[in-house]
């Protein structure tokens, strides 16, 4: 079976600390990787996708991908409040079909 | 990214009955999905809406119970038929757009008494 597994947290960071994020799979057919940012009550936004191995950087926001040890993480600098939210890692493998993380609930404190 | 609305946002239905939920896409996308979210749970893939064709579904899902229709590029609609408590969840819909990326509708919040 086809799983993507996150830790559920809560994950407590300090405001303007860094936060960080893991995500594991089990697909080594998987090609591409998404963080969505999910806030209660409101639909996942997508915030970050990577492809290849290595660092990709989105203002605030790292993703980091290593496929050769099936793990993608997203790093949160100089968190804020506002980014208290649960964070779902997706795997897309053959295909076009997401499998989803149970997600990661941050929570920032100021 | 492409602008999608859901209707209805939410509703409160008695067990036995059906709701159909609209999905509406800004623009033409080749791929639509449905996915369901329970409470305190992580996104469930129900099926990928095929434009001109049946709906794939996916294990644990089958078309008398979640049947989907996909008129045209930009709209789509999901039916919980026969509903029970169980079926209460949220429901989403999300495109594929921009290579590969998918984004999700607003969903609809769906309670079963």
């Known amino acids: 079976q086809k799983e993507v597994e996150q830790n559920s947290g809560p994950l407590s960071v300090p405001e303007g600390a860094i936060a960080s994020l893991n995500c594991t799979y089990s697909?080594?057919?998987?090609?591409?990787f998404f963080w969505y940012r999910q806030y209660s009550g409101k639909s996942p936004e997508l915030i970050m996708s990577?492809?290849?191995?290595g660092d990709k950087e989105d203002g605030r926001f790292t993703a980091q991908l290593n496929k050769a040890s099936q793990y993608v993480s997203l790093l949160i600098r100089d968190s804020q409040p506002s980014d208290s939210a649960t964070y779902l890692c997706?795997?897309?493998?053959?295909?076009?079909?997401?499998?989803f993380g149970g997600g990661t609930r941050v929570l920032v404190k100021p | 990214s492409a602008v999608i609305s859901q209707k209805p946002s939410r509703d409160i239905c008695q067990r036995g009955t059906s709701l159909t939920i609209q999905c509406q896409v800004d623009?033409?996308?080749?791929?639509m999905f449905w996915y369901r979210q329970q409470p305190g749970q992580s996104l469930t893939l129900i099926a990928t809406a095929n434009q001109g064709s049946e709906a794939t579904y996916e294990s644990g899902f089958v078309i008398d119970k979640f049947p989907i229709s996909r008129p045209n590029l930009t709209f789509s609609t999901l039916t919980v038929s026969n509903m029970s408590p169980e079926d209460s969840s949220i429901y989403l819909c999300?495109?594929?757009?921009?290579?590969?990326?998918?984004?999700f509708g607003p969903g609809t919040r769906l309670t079963v008494t």
């Open positions: 997706a795997v897309k493998a053959a295909g076009n079909k997401l499998t």
């Open positions: 990577i492809y290849s191995n």
């Open positions: 999300s495109v594929e757009y921009r290579d590969n990326e998918q984004y």
């Open positions: 623009s033409q996308v080749t791929m």
């Open positions: 697909d080594r057919g998987s090609q591409s």
